[in-house]
């Protein structure tokens, strides 16, 4: 029998682990902490940018030309005007 010094010895003082256990373990630390991370700024952007229904927020940039849009179907302001203020908001 051998006795646990001799043991040790022969695997090179790591004892049962060898180098590709410790390799592998890394491995999967790494893996997990990239997940998180992952996770995280995922949640971070869903809640960050989000109104009160749920929709996406719009810029004010966005809602003025929705405005435009509006007033334009519903017969407020003629073409040229449409045009001139769309070409503006650009």
């Known amino acids: ?11 090179g003082g790591m004892g049962m682990m060898g180098p590709g256990m410790m390799i592998g373990g890394l491995l999967v630390l790494l893996v997990l902490l990239a997940g998180v991370v992952a996770g995280a700024v995922w949640l971070i952007r869903g809640l960050g940018h989000r109104d009160t229904a749920g ?27 449409y045009l001139q203020r769309k070409v503006d908001l650009e």
């Open 55 to 81: 929709g996406a927020v719009q810029t004010p940039h966005s809602a003025a030309q929705e405005e435009l849009r509006r007033r334009y179907a519903a017969g407020e302001i003629d073409r040229e005007e």
């Open 1 to 11: 029998m051998c006795s646990t010094a001799q043991d040790a010895a022969m695997m």
